[in-house]
Each structure stands twice: as structure tokens, then as C-alpha cells.
């Protein structure tokens, strides 16, 4: 085996591809966004050290080519090093791909994800998400979760690749930003499995399989899943817990092969939301009984219930991120002789996702307060004076106690989300090998098209609780000194019964078309294409009004009342096309040196999400956001050590960015708010991998750019004006670094990734501090007679305990200031140690 850039182990012969590739395969069919045939067989091949260069990748490529023949810079990780990079979430992986910026604090799904030189406010907005080079999700925005809600990693999974640039987002999907594509393993003529045992504290379990082997001639099966129950990293009363089971079919013919993909998921995952963090240093906080707050996340809250309009609602916040569902993928390729070539993939995918979401603060004091200033702001909320001389009783909500009148209120609001989807992609090519000349072409003609519904069931409510880990719910009754007449400001921890309503429908229809030719002559590589797509958008939003559902004596008129559907629907229809045209060039120096530069014009359908509808139920204008991106650079490649340099230029014109934030009436729910926005970026990044001596070698890699705002309305969402300032959450560095070692008995690996500084938003006017996390990752292996193997392990995830902030507070966006008491943000996740134990057989 050799260690590539990006951390991929590969036997000579390997060959690989991504979800935005069209794979070739000798014959000159195209092999898709898998492996292509036979790849995992490769895993026999010996630690030769031979000439890297002989490995051959497709990865963004519609024609299979070595490393230094292939016009982009791209990154495989093999499934052995996502097991040591595998600790909370899909974010501890991704963060170690060059150009990607991962958090994942909030816990192991939602993550958000930021490709360099692009603004967003998170999910996977500009990198589509795949599995064996199918979209999880047809089409982004239709809501605001992020597809890895719908699925998760395991010992499934052979490897992980990521592109971007050039003529890959041309293909499939069109990733515009880029692909992260998860590759399965497939059977093989030899059955194969593991077993593994992970433990940790916080009474983590879990367990993992994966085996595959052969059904009968020419037929192999491969299986995998895992079970998991976590009550950490941190305990917010919300255990995890839940299941996956994935597997594949695949049937090898003489001259093709058919894979059927299927996939079950039942999983809740605790998702950690912002919490008060003390003002100096961005540190954790100590509540009213001294110890440190971890969480403002609270069980107390769960089976909440007011009335409304349809009857009783009941709060679910025990489910926090549940996914429940299933999807199913076909992949076909078939050589039709003469250097043609058909392939195709499918897939069709139905779940049903609820989120809540923690929003940070109650829109009201959205810090913790003296009980003096919350009885005069929730007053004052009620419509009363503050003149009106009034007295607080406040008392927990469970026990009836007094609260000590020294402590601290946490006032904060939860939405429950509720978000079925339903997804069908399909994609289909062709391809022809011809030589004219001294030139040979490899045509690629191809479609794909998607079909997605989505629903937006989102009701919002308030809380109030003592300031502490995991608060007690407090109950407050305010008396008027003058009068003894009372009214009841919380009533079982609830401030606020459904002051957010939202209940929308989306569907998106997209259709593409896409045409590319990929040249060879002599030294030189040249690759140009275009794509057509075309894009029908429909929403449905329901309206909402004020109704009384409680008549109970003495409530606030927040208590009496709820924000509620009212059953007046806004419709409307978009119908955005755009076009696409990508090149790249490769001149090859020699064997181990290369020189690259591709560039595109590329496109980003708006979300749906973003569509505003007018009282006349007039839609307003929908067109493609434009993004142009150019990038050069140099490779090098041999026996010991492999790298990259490259430098990148990008804009984008016109985008509808949207950020959940609050909203402008105190105390209300957040609210999507739209910014039309342009941007100009440039940087660089590089690679570089070294083996050191057998089994030792260093991986390192590093980003760095520079984005402005080059345009900014309203201009009144962002005063002062923002053109010019940076993009919010996007770091001016990013890095990799590490040391991994392994021999037949021993392996180790420690590795630290780096985030630079960002701002918490457009404004600029609070910067947040770069942090480093530090992984160790050690193991000992016990081979027994007849190849079984045992190895028991021990991984540290932020090994040094590192306290850096991944974000202020997203909902109060540019009105967040520095200096206040304390700062609303979220920390990246604590120092765990995990033992695992895994047998393969």
C-alpha cells in the first residue's frame, strides 16, 4: 500500500472516482460516481513503493487518469483513516479536506459546512452531499436541515472523496462548490467482515458492522450498520440513540455490472444550540450554583403543552434531531463495444426528520438577567407601564420552591421542526472514445434529473429558567404593589405559547443536460464542456393569526395566545434555467511533475426557501446565482512524496443569502431573513505528503484566502454599509497537519486541525479567535491463524481540551455586540477518549 495526498492508502492498480466523476473504465464505459470495478479487490496490493504516478483516479473526470494527467486538484480519504477521523460527526472528516471549513459543535449531525471563497449561512449549501455519487438530497433549500440529518457514516464506507473546479460541475448533481461524495464498499469472490465494540463516557455504546463477500457467481452482497445510545459528549438530558442498516447488490456481467443501494435509518441525535459564554475570552460560563454551564438545553421541557387552535400541542424536545425513513439506489454501467458506453444511476428516498432547535436567547434580554430586569422587560412585553409599580414571585416550576433572589434567568425559545422529504434523482450518459489524429477524445453526453418535496412545520415557544447547567424551569407571577391584582408571566416554565408559526411546502423539479470532451495529446491534457439546466419551483406558505386559547384568570396575553395557521395559502411558481461552461488544461513536465489551470462559469439554483411572495401573491424575481471560478497550480509526485500548489479565484453575483435570525418585534421567532449579496475572493492551497521512512509518513495541507463583499442589500440590514468587510464564519486560514504510523502489530496517529480567525457576522465587529483540535488515535493488532485479525484501540478527540468558539449567536446577526455581560456563541465540543475493540474475519 502507498499513502497519497489527502491521506488515501492505495494499491497500484486502484482505481477511483467521485460523485460529480463520470469513472471510465478500460473498456471506455463510464464507471459513475463508485468504485470502479473490482477497486476494493485492490486492497491486496503490496507495499511496493512503487511510482505513484501508476495509480490511476477519476475523480472529476469523465476518463480514467493518472494523478499528475488530471486538471484539478482533488481528495480521497480511504475508510481506514475515516475510522480515525470518525468522533462526533461527519464534521471531525470533513474538516480535514482542504478548502472545507466544518462545525460541527452543535453535536454529530446538522453540521455546517463552508467551501473557501463562497458565503453561506451553513448546511451544505454550495457542496452537495452524496452516496455513491447520488444526491442525499435532489435539491438544497427547500428547508434549512442539512442533508447529513438523513444519513451517517460507518465501516460501509470505502472511502471519502471531495472535488471542486473545472469541468466536475458539469456532471451529476453539479456540485458548484463542490462534491462530497461517500463510496461504498462492494462484495467481492472473498467474504470479508468486522465487528466493532466503541466505548466512552457518558454511557456511550456503540457498535458497528460491515461484511461482504459472494452470493453466487457473478452476485455480492455487502452489509453494514451500526447501533449507538450516547448521553455525551454533553449531557443535556436528551440521550442519543438510534440505528442505521446499508447494503448493496452487485451483479458483474461480461460487459457491464447493475448495483442495487439501499439504506433504513431510525436515529435522534442531541444538537447542541448556543449558549452564554463569559465576555472575556469567550470561555464557559459558571451558573448561579457555581459550576461550570455546558448546556441551557433542558429535559424539563419536554411534553410542554398549550392549546391552540387544532387542539393541544406537546412539545417533543426529547426527539431532538430524529431522523426516521429509508431511500433506495440503482447503479448500471454496460460497455456497448466500439469505445461506447452507457451508464446510469437512480434513487429514491422518503424520510421523515423533527429538529429541535435551541435558539440562543429569548429575542428579550437574550442574556442572562437579573430577576429585577426580566420582571420589567416581560412587563413591558405584557403592554404594561413601566411605571406601574409591580413585584416578582418567582418559583421553580417542578418543586414550587422559592428561586434564590440572588440567581440568575436564562430566557431562551425552542422550535419544534417537523420536516418529511421526499427525493428522486436519475442521471444518465453515454460516452464514446474516438481518436482523430493524434488526439484522443472521450465524449461524455449526459442528463439528470430530480424531483424533491419538502415541508416546513415549524411551531416556535418560549421559556424561562435559572441559569445553570441544563436550567429548572421557573415559574413568575408578578402582583401590582397597588392594586394585589396579579398576572402570571410563565406558567410551567413557558413565557411564550406559539409565537412562531410556519408551515410551508416546496417542490423542486430540475432537469439538466451536459456535454463534455476530454482531450489527450501527447503531454497535454485538455478538457471543456458545458451544461444546460432548467429549474420549477413551487411554494405553498400558509398564513398565520393571533387566536386566544387560554381564558384562563390572570395570563399575559403571551400565555393567552398563540401565533397559529389560519388555513390562507400564498402560492407561487418559479422557473430559473441557467448555463455552464468549465475547461481545464494539464501540461505534463515529466513523470513526476505537472502544471494545471482550469476555470468555469457555473451557476447555483436559489433556494426555495428564499422566495418571497407579495400581499397581490406576485412572486418576485428568481434567477440563477452566477459564480465564476478559476484556479493553476503545480503537482509533484513520487515514491516518498507527493503535493500540490494552487491558487484560486472566485466570484459570485446575485445570491439570495438567507440567515435565520430574529425577529424585529422583541420576543418573536426567528425569522428567515433574505440578503442579496456579491462576492470576490482569492487564495491559495496546498498538500503535501511525505513518507518518511516504512510505515512513518506526514500529512499536512493548508488553505488560505481573502473575500470581500462586493455588494450588500438592503443596505439597512448591515449598517455601516458591509461592501468590503469579510464574509461572515468563513476563516482566513485553514490546516492539516499530522503523523501517522503503522507495522503489523503497532499503529498511531496523532493530528491537529487549525481554524483561523472569522467574524460572527457581515458586520465585522466581532472577531473570533482561531483554535486548533488535536486527535490521537493509537492501536494494537493481533493477527491469528488463518488471517482474523483483533485490534483494540483508543482515540482522543481534542486531546488538549482546546475552549475555541465556532460561532456567536446566528439569530442576533449583526445586532450582537462585543463587551456586553456575557457572549452568546457555541464551543467547539470537549476532550473525549473513546476505547474501541474490532475483530475482522
Same mark, same amino acid.
Given at each position: 500500500?502507498?499513502?497519497?495526498?489527502?491521506?488515501?492508502?492505495?494499491?497500484?492498480s486502484?482505481?477511483?472516482?467521485?460523485?460529480?466523476?463520470?469513472?471510465?473504465?478500460?473498456?471506455?464505459f463510464?464507471?459513475?460516481?463508485v468504485?470502479?470495478?473490482?477497486?476494493?479487490?485492490?486492497?491486496s496490493?503490496?507495499?511496493?513503493?512503487?511510482?505513484q504516478?501508476?495509480?490511476?483516479?477519476?475523480?472529476?473526470t469523465?476518463?480514467?487518469?493518472?494523478?499528475?494527467?488530471?486538471?484539478?486538484? #482533488?481528495?480521497?480519504?480511504?475508510?481506514?483513516?475515516?475510522?480515525?477521523?470518525?468522533a462526533?460527526?461527519?464534521?471531525?472528516i470533513?474538516?480535514?479536506?482542504?478548502?472545507?471549513?466544518?462545525?460541527?459543535?452543535?453535536g454529530?449531525?446538522?453540521?455546517n459546512?463552508? *467551501?473557501?471563497?463562497?458565503?453561506?449561512?451553513?448546511?451544505?449549501?454550495?457542496?452537495?452531499?452524496?452516496?455513491?455519487?447520488?444526491?442525499?438530497? %435532489?435539491?438544497m433549500?427547500? /428547508?434549512?436541515?442539512?442533508?447529513?440529518?438523513?444519513?451517517?457514516?460507518?465501516?460501509?464506507?470505502?472511502?471519502?472523496?471531495f472535488?471542486?473546479?473545472?469541468?466536475?460541475?458539469?456532471?451529476?448533481? %453539479?456540485g458548484?462548490?463542490?462534491?462530497?461524495?461517500?463510496?461504498?464498499?462492494?462484495?467481492?469472490?472473498?467474504?470479508?467482515?468486522?465487528?466493532?465494540?466503541?466505548?466512552? +463516557?457518558h454511557?456511550?455504546? !456503540?457498535?458497528?458492522?460491515a461484511?461482504?463477500?459472494?452470493?453466487?457467481?457473478?452476485?455480492?452482497y455487502?452489509?453494514?450498520?451500526?447501533?449507538?445510545?450516547?448521553?455525551?459528549?454533553?449531557?443535556?438530558?436528551? $440521550?442519543?440513540?438510534?440505528?442505521?442498516?446499508?447494503?448493496?447488490?452487485?451483479?458483474v456481467? +461480461?460487459?457491464?455490472?447493475?448495483?442495487?443501494?439501499?439504506?433504513?435509518?431510525?436515529?435522534?441525535?442531541?444538537?447542541?444550540?448556543?449558549?452564554?459564554?463569559?465576555?472575556?475570552?469567550?470561555?464557559?460560563?459558571?451558573? =448561579?450554583?457555581?459550576?461550570?454551564?455546558n448546556?441551557?438545553?433542558?429535559s424539563a421541557?419536554? /411534553?410542554?403543552?398549550?392549546?391552540?387552535?387544532?387542539?393541544?400541542?406537546?412539545?417533543?424536545? +426529547?426527539?431532538?434531531?430524529?431522523?426516521? %425513513?429509508?431511500?433506495?439506489?440503482?447503479?448500471?454501467?454496460?460497455?456497448?463495444?466500439?469505445?461506447w458506453?452507457?451508464?446510469? !444511476?437512480?434513487?429514491?428516498? +422518503?424520510?421523515h426528520?423533527?429538529?429541535?432547535?435551541?435558539?440562543?436567547g429569548?429575542?428579550?434580554?437574550?442574556?442572562?438577567?437579573?430577576?429585577?430586569?426580566?420582571?420589567?422587560?416581560?412587563?413591558?412585553? #405584557?403592554?404594561?407601564?413601566?411605571?406601574?409599580?409591580?413585584?416578582?414571585?418567582f418559583?421553580?416550576?417542578?418543586?414550587?420552591?422559592? *428561586?434564590?433572589?440572588n440567581?440568575?434567568?436564562?430566557?431562551?425559545?425552542?422550535?419544534?421542526?417537523?420536516?418529511?422529504?421526499?427525493?428522486?434523482?436519475?442521471?444518465?450518459?453515454?460516452?464514446?472514445?474516438?481518436?482523430?489524429?493524434?488526439?484522443?477524445?472521450?465524449?461524455?453526453?449526459?442528463g439528470?434529473?430530480?424531483?424533491?418535496?419538502?415541508?416546513?412545520?415549524?411551531?416556535?415557544?418560549?421559556?424561562?429558567?435559572?441559569?445553570?447547567?441544563?436550567?429548572?424551569?421557573?415559574?413568575?407571577?408578578?402582583?401590582?404593589?397597588?392594586?394585589?391584582?396579579?398576572?402570571?408571566?410563565?406558567?410551567?416554565?413557558?413565557v411564550?405559547?406559539?409565537?412562531?408559526?410556519?408551515?410551508?411546502?416546496?417542490?423542486?423539479?430540475?432537469?439538466?443536460g451536459?456535454?463534455?470532451?476530454?482531450?489527450?495529446?501527447?503531454?497535454?491534457?485538455?478538457?471543456?464542456?458545458?451544461?444546460?439546466?432548467?429549474?420549477?419551483?413551487?411554494?405553498?406558505?400558509?398564513?398565520?393569526?393571533t387566536?386566544?386559547?387560554?381564558?384562563?384568570?390572570?395570563?399575559?396575553?403571551?400565555?393567552?395566545?398563540?401565533?397559529?395557521?389560519?388555513?390562507?395559502?400564498?402560492?407561487?411558481?418559479?422557473?430559473?434555467?441557467?448555463?455552464?461552461?468549465?475547461?481545464? *488544461?494539464?501540461?505534463?513536465?515529466?513523470?513526476h511533475n505537472?502544471?494545471?489551470?482550469?476555470?468555469?462559469?457555473?451557476?447555483?439554483?436559489?433556494?426555495?426557501?428564499?422566495?418571497?411572495?407579495? #400581499?397581490?401573491?406576485?412572486?418576485?424575481?428568481?434567477?440563477?446565482?452566477?459564480?465564476?471560478?478559476?484556479?493553476?497550480?503545480?503537482?509533484?509526485?513520487s515514491?516518498?512524496?507527493?503535493?500540490?500548489?494552487?491558487?484560486?479565484?472566485?466570484?459570485?453575483? =446575485?445570491?439570495?443569502?438567507?440567515?435565520?435570525? =430574529?425577529?424585529?418585534?422583541?420576543?418573536?421567532?426567528?425569522?428567515?431573513?433574505v440578503?442579496?449579496?456579491?462576492?470576490?475572493?482569492? %487564495?491559495?492551497?496546498?498538500?503535501?505528503?511525505?513518507?518518511i521512512?516504512?510505515?512513518?509518513?506526514?500529512?499536512?495541507?493548508?488553505?488560505?484566502?481573502?473575500?470581500?463583499?462586493?455588494?450588500?442589500?438592503?443596505?439597512?440590514?448591515?449598517?455601516?454599509?458591509?461592501?468590503?468587510?469579510?464574509m461572515?464564519r468563513? $476563516?482566513?486560514?485553514?490546516g492539516?497537519?499530522?503523523?501517522?504510523?503503522?507495522?503489523?502489530?503497532?499503529?498511531?496517529?496523532?493530528?491537529?486541525?487549525?481554524?483561523?480567525?472569522?467574524?460572527?457576522?457581515?458586520?465585522?465587529?466581532i472577531?473570533?479567535?482561531?483554535?486548533?483540535i488535536?486527535?490521537?488515535?493509537?492501536?494494537?493488532?493481533?493477527?491469528?491463524s488463518?488471517?482474523?485479525?483483533?485490534?483494540?484501540?483508543?482515540?482522543?478527540?481534542?486531546?488538549?481540551?482546546?475552549?475555541?468558539?465556532?460561532?456567536?449567536?446566528?439569530?442576533?446577526?449583526?445586532?450582537?455586540?462585543?463587551?456586553?455581560a456575557?457572549?452568546i456563541?457555541?464551543?467547539?465540543? $470537549?476532550?473525549?477518549?473513546?476505547?474501541?475493540?474490532?475483530?475482522?474475519?
Open positions: 500500500m502507498r499513502t497519497l495526498r489527502g491521506g488515501r492508502q492505495v494499491a497500484k486502484r482505481v477511483y472516482c467521485s460523485g460529480a466523476a463520470m469513472a471510465v473504465v478500460a473498456a471506455g463510464i464507471a459513475g460516481p468504485l470502479a470495478q473490482n477497486a476494493t479487490d485492490a486492497n496490493g503490496s507495499d511496493s513503493g512503487d511510482n504516478l501508476d495509480t490511476v483516479i477519476v475523480t472529476g469523465s476518463k480514467a487518469r493518472t494523478e499528475l494527467k488530471t486538471p484539478l486538484v #482533488a481528495t480521497s480519504i480511504s475508510g481506514d483513516k475515516l475510522q480515525q477521523l470518525a462526533n460527526g461527519a464534521a471531525d470533513l474538516a480535514t479536506v482542504p478548502a472545507l471549513k466544518a462545525e460541527g459543535g452543535g454529530e449531525v446538522a453540521a459546512i463552508f *467551501v473557501a471563497g463562497l458565503p453561506s449561512g451553513g448546511q451544505y449549501q454550495f457542496t452537495p452531499l452524496e452516496f455513491n455519487g447520488m444526491p442525499v438530497i %435532489g435539491s433549500g427547500l /428547508n434549512s436541515s442539512a442533508p447529513d440529518v438523513y444519513y451517517r457514516t460507518d465501516l460501509g464506507i470505502e472511502r471519502l472523496e472535488v471542486r473546479g473545472g469541468v466536475s460541475n458539469l456532471f451529476g448533481v %453539479g458548484i462548490g463542490g462534491t462530497i461524495n461517500f463510496i461504498d464498499k462492494t462484495g467481492s469472490d472473498t467474504a470479508t467482515g468486522i465487528a466493532q465494540l466503541e466505548l466512552s +463516557d454511557n456511550r455504546i !456503540r457498535t458497528d458492522f461484511t461482504s463477500g459472494p452470493v453466487t457467481e457473478g452476485l455480492y455487502a452489509l453494514s450498520g451500526f447501533y449507538r445510545y450516547d448521553n455525551g459528549p454533553l449531557d443535556t438530558g436528551f $440521550p442519543t440513540e438510534g440505528y442505521q442498516v446499508r447494503g448493496n447488490l452487485k451483479k456481467f +461480461d460487459t457491464g455490472e447493475v448495483k442495487i443501494y439501499f439504506q433504513g435509518i431510525d436515529d435522534r441525535d442531541q444538537f447542541y444550540g448556543d449558549i452564554p459564554l463569559t465576555s472575556n475570552g469567550y470561555h464557559l460560563a459558571r451558573g =448561579n450554583n457555581g459550576n461550570v454551564v448546556t441551557t438545553e433542558t421541557l419536554d /411534553n410542554s403543552s398549550f392549546a391552540t387552535p387544532n387542539g393541544r400541542f406537546v412539545s417533543q424536545v +426529547d426527539q431532538g434531531a430524529a431522523t426516521r %425513513g429509508y431511500s433506495f439506489g440503482l447503479d448500471f454501467k454496460k460497455d456497448l463495444g466500439d469505445g458506453g452507457f451508464n446510469g !444511476r437512480a434513487n429514491v428516498a +422518503d424520510y426528520h423533527t429538529f429541535a432547535l435551541f435558539s440562543g429569548d429575542n428579550i434580554t437574550n442574556l442572562p438577567t437579573t430577576q429585577a430586569a426580566f420582571l420589567a422587560a416581560y412587563l413591558k412585553g #405584557a403592554g404594561i407601564s413601566d411605571a406601574t409599580p409591580y413585584t416578582g414571585a418559583t421553580y416550576a417542578a418543586s414550587g420552591a422559592a *428561586v434564590p433572589a440567581a440568575l434567568l436564562w430566557g431562551d425559545r425552542v422550535t419544534d421542526r417537523d420536516r418529511p422529504l421526499q427525493s428522486q434523482t436519475g442521471e444518465l450518459n453515454i460516452t464514446k472514445e474516438l481518436v482523430t489524429g493524434d488526439l484522443a477524445h472521450h465524449f461524455t453526453l449526459g439528470f434529473f430530480s424531483h424533491t418535496k419538502a415541508r416546513d412545520y415549524d411551531i416556535t415557544y418560549a421559556y424561562i429558567g435559572d441559569f445553570n447547567d441544563k436550567p429548572q424551569l421557573v415559574n413568575v407571577t408578578a402582583t401590582n404593589i397597588n392594586t394585589g391584582t396579579s398576572i402570571i408571566l410563565s406558567r410551567n416554565g413557558l411564550d405559547s406559539g409565537l412562531g408559526y410556519t408551515n410551508n411546502y416546496y417542490a423542486a423539479r430540475r432537469a439538466a451536459y456535454l463534455a470532451d476530454q482531450i489527450e495529446y501527447n503531454n497535454w491534457v485538455i478538457d471543456f464542456g458545458g451544461r444546460y439546466e432548467t429549474m420549477t419551483g413551487t411554494v405553498r406558505k400558509e398564513q398565520s393569526s387566536y386566544m386559547t387560554d381564558t384562563t384568570a390572570g395570563l399575559s396575553p403571551q400565555l393567552a395566545n398563540v401565533l397559529w395557521g389560519n388555513g390562507k395559502y400564498q402560492n407561487g411558481t418559479v422557473e430559473p434555467n441557467a448555463y455552464a461552461a468549465a475547461a481545464g *488544461v494539464l501540461y505534463k513536465l515529466d513523470n505537472s502544471l494545471f489551470v482550469n476555470g468555469s462559469r457555473g451557476f447555483f439554483m436559489p433556494q426555495l426557501n428564499t422566495v418571497q411572495i407579495d #400581499a397581490q401573491n406576485k412572486t418576485q424575481s428568481f434567477e440563477a446565482e452566477i459564480i465564476k471560478q478559476a484556479e493553476a497550480g503545480y503537482k509533484y509526485a515514491s516518498f512524496m507527493s503535493g500540490s500548489i494552487a491558487a484560486f479565484y472566485s466570484t459570485l453575483s =446575485n445570491r439570495r443569502n438567507i440567515n435565520f435570525i =430574529n425577529g424585529a418585534t422583541p420576543g418573536s421567532a426567528p425569522v428567515e431573513v440578503n442579496v449579496i456579491s462576492t470576490r475572493s482569492y %487564495g491559495t492551497e496546498a498538500t503535501l505528503n511525505v513518507r521512512r516504512e510505515g512513518l509518513s506526514f500529512e499536512g495541507n493548508a488553505t488560505y484566502e481573502h473575500d470581500v463583499y462586493t455588494k450588500y442589500t438592503p443596505v439597512a440590514a448591515c449598517t455601516p454599509d458591509c461592501v468590503g468587510n469579510t461572515q468563513q $476563516p482566513n486560514v485553514l492539516n497537519l499530522g503523523l501517522y504510523y503503522k507495522d503489523s502489530l503497532f499503529d498511531a496517529a496523532i493530528f491537529d486541525s487549525y481554524t483561523g480567525r472569522t467574524f460572527t457576522s457581515d458586520l465585522n465587529n472577531e473570533l479567535a482561531g483554535y486548533h488535536v486527535r490521537l488515535d493509537a492501536g494494537y493488532t493481533r493477527t491469528f488463518g488471517g482474523d485479525r483483533a485490534r483494540i484501540g483508543v482515540s482522543v478527540y481534542n486531546l488538549f481540551d482546546s475552549t475555541g468558539v465556532s460561532e456567536g449567536s446566528p439569530r442576533q446577526g449583526t445586532l450582537q455586540n462585543a463587551g456586553q456575557y457572549f456563541g457555541r464551543q467547539v465540543l $470537549p476532550r473525549r477518549i473513546m476505547a474501541r475493540l474490532s475483530y475482522e474475519f
